[in-house]
């Protein structure tokens, strides 16, 4: 074995891109996709210097106890709800995220999920493929257009900015809710305007959501404000589950009290609430918004730079989560 520090990549990714670290390091990168239990991945920690992981692996004390040589825990995504900072803190471990590099990518898939759900394609594709298309009929399959139609974002940083960005092309006013309001010129630059929570929630046609997960956002959208929402209204998940509260969300997408959702994240996933897979005005899609070839590219190789930065080997500085 050699005395090389040792770097652990919890997922498959890019071997070009993690061919990168090999001068410097003992790698070690699944082959597949697991869903470790917390004992596993105690074990996978134990011994390592440096771990890549996701979304799916949890690490709190618990799973850093063993894990005495652990000098940095780099995340594959901008949220970092799975990283209890404060306990990789106290262990004086370095917690980086791969901020900025997928604002696009993740801006983008919100506008599609928004268009796709507006213009029923998911279901109208689903009626096809099952074989229904015998006619073409003029007044079926008709949607809404998204032409001056208010879009409202619940959480402005930097993706809700490039979401915002791309409206004018699309002719629709934005309005705008986060902890406070942006800077003047860069709320000029995105042409949104700075709303309460509650005129956010009356006034949106699309409602998109793209705040972190955190002990105040869980459940920042639970049945009383749905209850507020227009019943014409869409909403846009593409932040985290469990931001919505998914049995509430389902309750008034049934009962026709809202139009309609596009679903990105879910409370549990896996696990998709059963009741949103019974519905028809409900786009759902596995947690892919950043997964472009580019977009996941850039995620590995800032989390690789993150690494190498703090063992000294790179140009670039670490970014610890903020
Ligand atoms: C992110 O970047 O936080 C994504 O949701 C992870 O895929």
Sequence with gaps: MSDKPRVWISRPTFPGIIARLEPHFEVTAEPEEVKFSRTELAAKLAG??????????????AEIAAATRLRIVANL????DNLDLDALSAAGIAASNTADVLNESVADYAWAMMLGVARRMNA??????AGHWHATEFKAWLGMDVRGRTLGILGMGRIGQAIAHRASGFGMPVLYHNRSPLP???????????VDKQQLLRESDFLMLVLPLTTQTRHAIGAPELAQMKPTAMLINVAR?????????A?????RRLAGAALDVFEGE????PALLELDNVLLSPHIASASQETRRAMTALAVDNVLALFGHGPHAGRPPT
């Design 270 to 273: 896996p696990a998709v609430h």
């Design 251 to 255: 309750v008034v997408l049934r009962e």
């Design 184 to 194: 003047e010129a860069d709320e000029r630059a995105c042409n949104a305007r700075y």
């Design 48 to 61: 390592q210097d440096a771990v890549i992981v996701g979304l799916k692996d949890r690490i709190g004390a």
């Design 124 to 129: 109208a594709e689903r009626w096809l493929r």
């Design 241 to 249: 589950g469990g931001i919505v509260d998914d049995a509430a969300l």
């Design 77 to 80: 995504g901008v949220g970092y």
